[in-house]
């Protein structure tokens, strides 16, 4: 079965520093999913970034890269330049391709806090 | 505006009460996707439809909530006897068929509290 853990509860970063948040994934699928979102407090699930089985290159998208290391089943979120306004919960997901399913499974999330 | 629609956007029910909610999916959108979420925790998959076909239901759900998409494009969640245990904000997402990886776009949630 399809399973996201995040480890980390909570983390903090100072501003304008590189934070990296932990995703491991189980699954046995070979073609599937994975993404990131942002949640602030206000409620709302912002799509960050993806990162397909079978791209051979990490997914960047303007701060956020992920690295995806497909042997250890991990799909870590990089944030670099960390800014204030990146203080919110985030949550890693995957979705299954072959299996015939299509739902979006997420982790326990992280709450990241930046420093000023 | 052409995201995901919730209504209403807050419930405050009695316990024991039915309630209905309300999702309008990205018009173009095929799936539409129901989850719950518990404070501090990440949203739990309830069911998922495939035009006006549900084709997974979460276990963990119970007898007391029903989903339809009748015409295929707007969505209702139905809770009958509501529990405070219900107290959550259930989430809406949909995402196109056919694009073989995209994300779920999601809706800003209806949050209920059972009191």
């Known amino acids: 079965a399809q399973k996201i853990t995040q480890t980390q509860p909570g983390m903090f970063v100072q501003e304008k520093e590189a934070v990296t948040l932990d995703c491991t994934y189980d699954?046995?699928?070979?073609?599937?999913?994975l993404f990131w979102y942002k949640q602030p407090s206000s409620g709302e699930m912002i799509f960050l970034i993806y990162q397909g089985s079978y791209d051979e290159q990490n997914a960047t998208e303007g701060r956020y890269s992920l690295n995806f290391q497909k042997a250890r089943k991990s799909a870590n979120l990089v944030i670099s330049a960390s800014q204030l306004g990146d203080s919110a919960m985030y949550f890693c997901?995957?979705?299954?391709?072959?299996?015939?399913?299509?739902?979006?499974?997420f982790g326990t999330g992280t709450r990241l806090k930046v420093l000023a | 505006d052409t995201g995901v629609s919730q209504n209403p956007r807050h419930k405050i029910t009695k316990r024991g009460q039915n309630v209905t909610f309300r999702c309008d999916p990205i018009s173009e959108h095929n799936r539409l996707y129901w989850y719950r979420q518990t404070l501090g925790q990440g949203p739990e998959f309830l069911t998922y439809?495939?035009?006006?076909?549900?084709?997974?239901k979460s276990r963990l759900l119970s007898d007391r909530f029903s989903a339809e998409r009748p015409k295929g494009s707007f969505s209702t969640l139905e809770i009958q006897r509501t529990e405070q245990g219900d107290s959550a904000m259930y989430l809406c997402?949909?995402?196109?068929?056919?694009?073989?990886?995209?994300?779920?776009?999601f809706g800003q949630g209806t949050r209920l509290t059972v009191v």
């Open positions: 699954t046995s699928d070979q073609s599937y999913g």
């Open positions: 997402a949909s995402s196109p068929t056919g694009v073989k990886h995209t994300e779920a776009f």
């Open positions: 439809f495939q035009n006006e076909a549900q084709l997974e």
């Open positions: 997901a995957m979705r299954e391709s072959t299996s015939g399913t299509y739902k979006y499974i």
